[in-house]
């Protein structure tokens, strides 16, 4: 049996459609010229945070289009991957963070020679030597200090 709410038409506002656009490309893509000369100039590095503006799963398939695909991707696994692509301006990086379950975080560029996601912190730097050096006096004591 069907009520009487059944027969009421239901509209969905705010739905977006796959071909949605906001019309915000243009001005990124000036805005990422932009911070490319920054860099050549001054050396300074810029990141521009996609989640924080009105951006369609369109839009990011009309940005990655224009900007296509560099010879560089990484894939950081830490808290969830997180995944660094080049696109075919270098300086110009993709960088998507997600959490454990695969979902995204924040999807950015970083204008920049290399992204601060794969810049090793001198701190673990300064572990990783000191990991180096016991692992190598443990092999040496192991050897029997043979030459």
Same mark, same amino acid.
């Given at each position: 049996m069907m009520s009487g709410l059944d027969s009421i038409p239901v509209k969905v506002e705010g739905a977006t459609e796959a071909s949605f656009r906001t019309e915000n490309l243009? #001005?990124?893509?000036?805005q990422v010229e932009e911070a490319l000369q920054n860099l050549v100039d001054? %050396?300074?590095s810029m990141t521009i945070d996609l989640g924080a503006m009105p951006f369609s799963a369109q839009d990011e398939a009309d940005l990655r289009e224009r900007l296509g695909q560099g010879e560089v991707n990484a894939e950081i696994? !830490?808290?969830g991957p997180t995944i660094v692509e080049e696109t !075919?301006? #270098?300086g110009v990086w993709l960088v998507e963070l997600k %959490? !454990?379950?695969d979902r995204r975080l924040t999807l950015h560029l970083e204008i920049t020679r290399v992204p601060e996601i794969l810049v090793a912190p001198i701190d673990d730097v300064r572990d990783g030597l000191t990991a180096l050096r016991? !692992?190598?006096a *443990? *092999?040496?004591q192991g050897a029997g200090h043979a030459v």
């Open positions: 243009r #001005p990124l893509l000036l001054n %050396d300074e696994m !830490a808290f !075919a301006y #270098p %959490d !454990a379950e016991e !692992a190598q *443990t *092999t040496e």
